[in-house]
């Protein structure tokens, strides 16, 4: 069960009211959160079929996103559960033309329901109390052969974590999830790749593409600390985010999945 909290909505999912600055600058104002930017620049032309389509962005926090997509030439609803974070992400985004939808995920199919030709739904399903509902809801919104492009905090470099901090009884009672309780980010329901693996199936999605998003950057003891050592540590970063063991062990699991409609998928789960 989760604490009543005034973070978590009657669904038990966590939004971020009254938490703009703290998500802004913990999440993307680090050196962190510019790496992840990085990376994502470079891997969503390699890891999408990008054709100026339309694109729905669910979750879109302070719209650095729909930002991307817009400035490609797309077509972008960016949807939000959150007022002060779409208020915040309007501001962020000035003059671009993107349509903004204050509602969760779970009420997309009655508010915009497509079908979507391309949907990006990055770092949402963590936050919520049913992932798996979740991802069935995003599946029901894309067009035959669309796709998803999707990122999951991982929760085996989440336990990873904790054991390179010393977090051992932590680690081996597997008590990972954040409570959504005050302040503290850490999400609530991470995943793993299996279950994505397992609930992609289950909704006749292909996992097509996939790749880890900081697969070193968050273990090291100290984080570079000049412009020299951050290009090195990208550069590793670019060059092990798609290689087999390392992307297993990024902080963020980046996937494109594709609506095979209805069509019998086999999709590997490895653990």
Not at 2 to 27: I, T, W
Request: one cysteine or more; a negative charge.
């Amino acid at each position: 069960m989760f604490a009543k909290d005034s973070s978590l909505s009657p669904a038990g999912d966590r939004h971020f009211d009254g938490m703009v600055d703290k998500f802004a600058d913990s999440l993307y104002g680090s050196s962190r959160g510019e790496l992840r930017l990085a990376l994502l620049d470079r891997l969503l032309p390699e890891m999408l079929t990008l054709e100026r389509q339309s694109v729905l962005d669910v979750g879109g926090g302070l719209g650095q996103l729909a930002a991307w997509f817009h400035d490609r030439g797309h077509a972008v609803t960016l949807a939000e559960p959150s007022g002060e974070m779409l208020a915040r992400a309007g501001e962020q985004l000035g003059e671009r033309s993107v349509s903004l939808l204050q509602a969760p995920l779970q009420a997309l199919p009655q508010e915009t329901p497509g079908p979507w030709p391309l949907i990006a739904c990055h770092a949402v399903l963590e936050w919520l109390a049913d992932p798996r509902a979740a991802l069935v809801t995003l599946a029901s919104l894309l067009a035959p052969g669309g796709q998803l492009s999707l990122m999951i905090f991982n929760r085996d470099a989440l336990r990873l974590s904790n054991v390179v901090k010393g977090n051992l009884e932590k680690a081996l009672a597997d008590r990972l999830e954040g409570t959504g309780q005050r302040k503290r980010l850490t999400p609530i329901s991470p995943l793993t790749h299996a279950q994505v693996a397992s609930w992609s199936a289950e909704c006749a999605l292909e996992i097509r593409e996939v790749a880890g998003i900081r697969v070193f950057s968050d273990y090291l003891r100290r984080p570079p600390e000049s412009d020299a050592d951050r290009e090195r540590l990208l550069e590793l970063e670019q060059r092990y985010c798609r290689a087999d063991p390392h992307w297993r062990l990024g902080r963020y699991l980046l996937y494109t999945l594709v609506r095979t409609d209805g069509s019998d998928t086999a999709v590997e789960s490895t653990s």
